[in-house]
């Protein structure tokens, strides 16, 4: 019988998802199947029940589903703990396995596919939500020299940076959190996080994760922001945002979201197949139309 795989989400018609994983299959000589879900806003845990009852090997999960896929999960990787949230579930004869690949995909995109290097680079995420919160661990296992988190709402960047309201994998990662920094961390490493009116310096790494993208609006930056050869990075793919305009008008240079979501994507596949694909001729593949 073929391994049936799914994303879950609501809306979904428009999921790339069944496409990336189909090339994934192909170029790795893997017999699966993997399609699109819609589940009910009010019956995401049945909706996955009844695909994992027919045989579902395991399931990809977008919006608004990662937080109830996160309770959902009997047993959580560490960056899923960290994030707060799932977007990976494996499913075995131990239950379900809730992971989440978004931090790595956004870090195999920008090391991999864009040649940045993270360590020793200061970094502004913009954001305070699930998208932000998902990418904070994997950012500072790469050793930035600081991680600074801006939000519209400042108490809501410095809620995601407090200490009693972090996990262990957090605390480990960061300096200015605890004297903990495991061997191969970067013990300069600082994270810190408050509104926009508190960003200060220049940046060589500007992610955006806030939602401003999909309204069309630009969060309030400051002129001089980008250091010499710094990258602007919208998680937001498909269309030129306000934001990567404002980056480019400032001698950035600019990266959307594409990336991400194929390399979350393969290790996504890594982690159910144990093999992993090559993403290159995927991003190639999506671009082309």
């Given at each position: ?13 428009h ?47 977008t ?37 989440n ?38 950012l ?22 407090a ?11 960061g ?76 001698g ?10 194929v ?23 999506l671009?082309?139309?």
């Amino acid at each position: 019988m073929t391994d049936r795989y799914a994303v879950f989400g609501n809306p979904i018609a428009h999921s790339k998802s069944p496409r990336i994983h189909a090339a994934f299959a192909e170029q790795t000589g893997q017999t699966l199947t993997y399609e699109a879900i819609l589940a009910p806003l009010d019956g995401f845990a049945a909706a996955v029940a009844g695909f994992r009852d027919e045989g579902g090997r395991g399931a990809n999960v977008t919006v608004p589903f990662k937080e109830q896929a996160f309770a959902l999960s009997n047993r959580l990787s560490e960056r899923a703990q960290a994030a707060g949230a799932v977007n990976t579930l494996t499913f075995d004869a131990e239950g379900v396995l809730g992971d989440n690949t978004d931090g790595i995909g956004l870090v195999n995109d920008l090391a991999g596919n864009l040649g940045l290097e993270l360590a020793g680079k200061r970094i502004l995420l913009m954001g305070a939500g699930g998208a932000a919160r998902g990418v904070v661990l994997p950012l500072l296992e790469k050793a930035p020299s600081e991680l600074f988190i801006v939000n519209r709402t400042a108490a809501k960047a410095r809620e995601l940076v407090a200490p009693a309201s972090l996990p262990a994998s957090f605390n480990r990662a960061g300096k200015a959190l605890k004297d903990t920094v495991p061997s191969g961390h970067n013990a300069g490493a600082t994270l810190a996080a408050g509104g926009y009116a508190d960003i200060s310096g220049r940046f060589d790494l500007v992610i955006n994760a806030t939602a401003a993208s999909l309204a069309g609006d630009l969060p309030p930056l400051p002129s001089g922001l980008f250091a010499d050869g710094a990258l602007a990075y919208d998680m937001m793919y498909g269309k030129d945002t306000p934001f990567l305009a404002f980056a480019r008008s400032e001698g950035a240079r600019c990266a959307d979201g594409l990336g991400m979501l194929v390399e979350q994507a393969a290790a996504a596949f890594f982690l159910w197949r144990g093999v992993r694909p090559a993403t290159a001729p995927v991003i190639a593949l999506l671009r082309a139309g």
